[in-house]
């Protein structure tokens, strides 16, 4: 792979506890890392993997809060049951399952997401380019499926 | 088989003594290898009432289609009884506006075998519990009915009605796991490509017709995901993109509610295998939240509950 590989980052908007992460997140990503916020992890829709997987991402990556953390109280649960299983399913039909990364994150935690994206980033790179899975046909800038 | 007199008896008394609105059960279509769902609302419509093992749809399908307010009466096997209370969980409808005539089931004959076998000129089918005898103009032909179900009535588990109010016949066996899971693992087993190349193969002849979502009781959406254009949830042309997308989120909003009752596959025109996907759902909902679908009509399904046992199964501090 000679450009750097294509991250999805779905984050959940509380697990960031420290203001300099969050700030980081917000404003420094690379430029390879989309960086899509949501309320919860919970609203994290599993189709919102599949699209980011047809758009052409070689990796996604979801950070979210532990149990018992959750803003929502259950959130984090129903997502975790829902996402895990939706990855096991897409490693059943071929799709690898290393290719979907979960980062549940202390309150506590300082510094990490910079360090699990770098490491993520390096075994996406690896693994180079995947075959499997269809990506979508890009429309033209500012076309509806672009 | 169930006695037919009996069942149409049965439908003939339910109207007759105002239980329900309308019966809804099979009547034989234009080929004996078709017949069709069909809604009886008065006595004298129920002469026509049939149940064979050429019944293939699932007919616990017309419940959300039917008039919310009309008391349905409906003849159930194992899997549209399990179907039916999947929809009570979900609140589709009450059950105190439902009778269920159960009919234990022997299995769904596929009638592609059938046509398969003997061509297409076919006056007659007639079965016993292991024979399954076909007129044509050119002779008559026997087959093992076993071998001439339908794959996933082939490792059915739950033969007879759950929660029938009346159940017609003797029950019979039910199957066992076994068959079920060792189908999953032989998948899992393969190795990725193969895995990879099986479901892209059968996810590109699709012509989006989506028969399966018709014939499907789980999927009642008013508006399907792929119908919903404004923002587009995913790729829904006739790409390939489209088509793997489709497979794949149609099989996964069924996680949980499923009963693998195999209506979807057998109403596909391109004959597309769609139950390995289900049934690896399944199988995980059984392995991971010990939860069978439909099996009472009280318990949700495993997405739409969530519990704080499930807190070791996060792995701390990231990773998969």
Redesign the interface.
Known sequence: MTAKAKIALFQCRWCLFSPADQEWVDTQLPENIHLTKSPCTGRINPLYLLNAIQGGADGIMISGCLPEQCHFKTGNLAARRQLEEFNDFLHYIGYEKERVRFLWLDLQDRGIIQKELAAFEKELEAMGATHHLATRIMRAEGGENA | MPDINALRLEAKRVLREGIVDVVVGFKPGDSPLHPQPAFFRNEDEVEELIHNGLCKNNLANYLTRLPKQEKVGMLVRGCENRSVNSLIVESQKERDDLYLIGVPCEGIIDWRQIVEQAGEHISLVEESETLVTVHTPAGVNSFNRFELLHESCQRCLYRNPISADIVIGDPVANGSLDPVAQKVKD??NQD?????????KEAERCIRCYACREACPSCYCAEC?VDHNAP????SGA???????WH??R??HQ?GRCTSCGACERACPMDIKMTY?TE??NH?MRE?YNFECGMDAETKP??QT???D??N????????
């Not at chain 2, 587009?232 to 790729?235: F, G, I, K, S, Y």
């Not at chain 2, 790409?239 to 997308?245: E, K, N, S, V, W």
């Not at chain 2, 199964?313 to 998969?320: A, I, S, T, Y």
């Open positions: 998948f899992e990725i490509e193969a895995r990879y190349a099986f479901f892209q995901f587009r949830w995913t790729e790409t390939p993109a489209g088509m793997q997308g794949i989120v099989a996964f996680s996907l690896k759902l995980d991971k495993p997405f969530v519990t704080l499930d807190k199964r996060f792995f701390l501090g990231g990773g998969n």
